[in-house]
Structure formats: C-alpha cells, structure tokens
C-alpha cells in the first residue's frame, strides 16, 4: 500500500516538473513572438515612412515638374504720392521664350478688390514688376502669376503676403510698462498716470527697425490727447521708452478712458499711430480694458 502511495507521489511529482517546464517553454515562446511582433511593427513603421517619403518626393517632384514658376520674391515701399504700398515682385519662369508675356493678378480679401499688373523683362526667364497695393485697413493679398505664351495661356498660384500690417516699413514687434495708478480726491477729482513704457520696433519681413522720425507716446483722455511726450531712443537697449522721472500723468475724473499710443514716421514721411493700451476709471478706481493684442496703426499721410 505505502508503495503504491510513493508511486503515485513520484508520478504527481513528475508531472508537476513536467507541466511547469512546458509554462516556461511557452512563455519563452510568447516572449519571443512578442520580440518578433515588435520587430515586424518598427520595421513596419520604417517601411511606412519610408514610403511616405517616396510618395511626398514624388509629389514634390511632380509639382516641380509642373510648375511654370520656379522662384519668386518681393520687396515693398510705400508709395506717399499715390497713397499706395509699392510691391515689387520678381519671378523666373521654368520655360520661356522670346515672346513670352507675364503679369500678376492681386485680390483684396476679404473686400474682394481686385488689380493686374504686367511684368518687364524676359532675358534669362526674369520678369519684374510693381503692385500697386492698397493700405487702409485691415486686409490681406492674394496673388496669380499669368503666364502667356502665343494662344497658351497658364496659371500659377503664387499664395498670400499676409496682412497689409505686415508689410508696412514699420511694424510694432512688441511693448509692455509698469502698470498704471489713479488717485482719487475727496473732492472727487483725481489723477492717472504711467511712470515707464517702452516699444520695440521692426521692419519689414522682421528686418530691423529703420530709423523713425517725431517719435512720441500720447496719452489720449476720452479721445483727445491729454498729454504727450517725446520718446528716448537707446534708454534701453533699442526701444522707445518714456522719461521715467515725469511719467504720463493727466487729470482723471469718473466714466474717463484713457488710450496710450506710440506715433512715429518713416523715412517717407508716412506717420504710424500703434494703440498700446486701455484703460477705465470707475467706482472700483481703475481697470484694464485693452491690451496690445492688434498692432495694427493707424495711418498719417500729410
């Protein structure tokens, strides 16, 4: 009887080692299938990439191929006689020949205004020419090169300039300040003021600010200028700051609204008015209504 027992003991023993060493078998094998699987999902991402590299250098090339200008570039001006923005644009031509006639079509959005202007040239495939462009307001340009040859006639879509802000000589990249104070009296009268504000200026493109000319901060009450004062040039590095020891102050009262704004002209003569900031006067004393978050200017011509 009791050898009966150990047989049966040693049997289940077995069995035991039997079944534990077929688990670590299989998860060896489920551990390498996993290393497999993994090694055919990255080689299948690399050949995903890979073909989408081919497929984006085979629609590249395509376009390449089928597109009639090869480079183009602008400048711009501005343009004081006629109250314009000059862009001159120039562009080389993939084919062309000795009758070859290009102009460029402008659209105004979101007005829908519309302009054509030929272009000059031909020798080597370069032809230039200058935009007569709009400037009051807000909007931005969309721009088509046509491409005539004989009764052949091709279209190329040259894209956007952006805004007309962003084409103007002189930009605002950036301001800030100490943050304004109003004194109340008893009698109810009370006082605003800015001890420091400061401005930063570019050009074109985000080419470096040109040289300005009448630069000054006005501290507008209600509308009207309530005081104003001839900006520093260098005080910190290149920007345009107030004098710190008179600040912009002016006489406050309850429902004013007082604007700060940064005037300037370029070479051309052309004067840029920038808001910067807004603030109210109330029961609770002052609040910030309006930061500098459109740096568009408002235009001087005379």
């Not at 250098?57 to 923005?85: F, H, I, S």
């Not at 345009?240 to 604007?259: I, Q, R, S, V």
Request: proline share 2%; with cysteine; hydrophobic share 35%.
């Amino acid at each position: 009887m009791d050898g009966k027992k150990n047989r049966i003991q040693v049997l289940t023993l077995v069995l035991c080692l039997l079944l534990a060493g077929l688990n670590l078998w299989q998860l060896r094998q489920i551990s390498d299938l996993r290393g497999e699987l993994g090694r055919t999902g990255s080689d299948l991402r690399m050949e995903m990439r890979q073909l989408d590299e081919r497929i984006q250098a085979v629609q590249r090339a395509a376009r390449e191929a089928g597109a009639a200008v090869l480079d183009w570039e602008y400048t711009t001006a501005v343009n004081k006689e006629q109250r314009v923005l000059d862009v001159t644009v120039d562009l080389s031509l993939k084919e062309w020949s000795v009758d070859t006639a290009v102009w460029v079509n402008w659209t105004s959005l979101p007005d829908g205004r519309t302009g054509s202007e030929p272009l000059r040239g031909g020798k080597s495939g370069h032809f230039t020419g200058t935009l007569k462009l709009p400037v009051g307001g807000r909007r931005e340009y969309a721009l088509e090169a046509v491409i005539q040859n004989g009764e052949s006639q091709r279209l190329a879509d040259l894209g956007y300039l952006g805004d007309t802000a962003g084409l103007l000589p002189v930009q605002l990249a950036g301001c800030g300040g100490s943050s304004a104070n109003y004194t109340r009296e008893k009698d109810g009268s009370g006082t605003f003021g800015l001890s420091f504000y400061e401005v930063n200026l570019q050009g074109s493109k985000g080419s470096r600010a040109p040289e300005v000319e009448d630069a000054v901060f006005r501290l507008r009450r209600n509308g009207d200028v309530a005081v104003e004062q001839t900006a520093k040039f260098g005080e910190t590095i290149e920007n345009y700051t107030c004098d710190t020891e008179k600040g912009l102050t002016a006489e406050a009262g309850m429902g004013d609204e007082f604007t700060l704004s940064f005037f300037c002209r370029d070479a051309s003569g052309l004067g840029y008015e920038f808001d910067l900031e807004q603030w109210s006067i109330g029961e609770s004393g002052i609040s910030r209504e309006a930061g500098p978050e459109d740096f568009w200017p408002r235009l001087t011509w005379d």
